[in-house]
């Protein structure tokens, strides 16, 4: 059974870090290129972020170029979103996306919230 799990969402003052975590299961891991999604109250979900398979090649959404990156690590079948210099913009829920087998997979998602 594909499961994704994130963690490491909050709440948390403008300009401040986070890093997200999602743990994937039921699936090679490591074959498979992974995303970050995000969505913002009363807006459809947005890609945000991808990294390949080996973890060689990142993508970044041009509005969070610079301020995020994306990792992973497949000994340990986690992949990480590190968040920083967030904005009040940066709210959302944040999901993991993996498309195994070819359906998508999405975890239960994790809510950010910048706010002071």
């Known amino acids: 059974q594909v499961q994704l799990v994130e963690s490491g969402g909050g709440l948390v003052q403008p300009g401040g870090s986070l890093r997200l975590s999602c743990a994937g299961s039921?699936?090679?891991?490591?074959?498979?290129?992974m995303d970050w999604y995000r969505q913002a109250p009363g807006k459809e979900r947005e890609w945000i972020a991808g990294i390949s398979a080996a973890g060689a090649t990142t993508t970044y959404l041009d509005a969070v170029k610079g301020r995020f990156t994306i990792s992973r690590d497949n000994n340990k079948k986690l992949m990480y979103l590190q968040m920083a210099s967030l904005q009040p913009e940066d709210t959302a829920v944040y999901y993991c996306h993996a498309r195994v087998r070819n359906l998508p997979r999405w975890g239960q998602g994790t809510q950010v919230t910048v706010s002071s």
């Open positions: 039921g699936f090679t891991f490591e074959s498979y290129v």
